[in-house]
């Protein structure tokens, strides 16, 4: 049975690339989020293996959704995801418990690698 995956970011052209590299790689995506709010919500409902995380978002940012979802499900597995490379913005990702980061725009190859060095 294919994971299933959760994408969350707010440029709708992300989801889509995100969503076709991922089916396209053999995993389910169940729903997609465009602000942290509806992550927390989409995930809490449709609880799915794998999180990809957009930092930048309205509403609520990325790193205060990681944190809100990993508060009820510290096994939680999220992905970063931004165009900001910064290293202070990567800092706050992995310390909010995310287990990667990935830089946009990213290609099919670190998608995937990603997911297969943090899934068990």
Same mark, same amino acid.
């Given at each position: ?5 959760l994408? #969350? /970011? /707010? *440029?709708?052209? =992300?989801?889509k690339?995100?969503? =076709?590299i991922?089916?396209? @790689?053999?995993? %389910?995506?169940? @729903?997609? &989020?465009k !602000?942290?709010l509806? *992550?927390?919500?989409?995930?809490n409902?449709?609880?799915p /293996?794998?999180?990809?995380m /957009? +930092? +930048?978002?309205p509403n609520?940012d990325g790193i205060?959704? =990681?944190?809100? $979802?990993?508060?009820?499900d510290?096994d939680a597995? +999220?992905?970063m #995801?931004s165009s900001? %490379?910064q290293q202070k913005?990567?800092?706050? &990702?992995i310390? *909010?418990g &995310?287990? !990667?980061? +990935?830089v ?7 998608v $995937?690698e990603?997911i297969r060095k943090?899934?068990?």
């Open positions: 049975m294919p994971k299933k995956v994408v #969350c /970011d /707010d *440029a709708q052209l =992300t989801r690339t995100l969503r =076709t991922l089916e396209e @790689g053999g995993y %389910s995506v169940v @729903g997609e &989020a !602000d942290g509806e *992550a927390v919500s989409k995930y409902e449709l609880k /293996d794998i999180v990809f /957009d +930092i +930048i978002m609520m205060e959704a =990681t944190n809100q $979802i990993l508060a009820s510290p597995m +999220i992905i #995801c900001l %490379s913005k990567v800092v706050s &990702a310390k *909010a &995310a287990r !990667d980061f +990935i946009k725009p990213f290609t099919a190859e670190r $995937i990603s943090n899934v068990n």
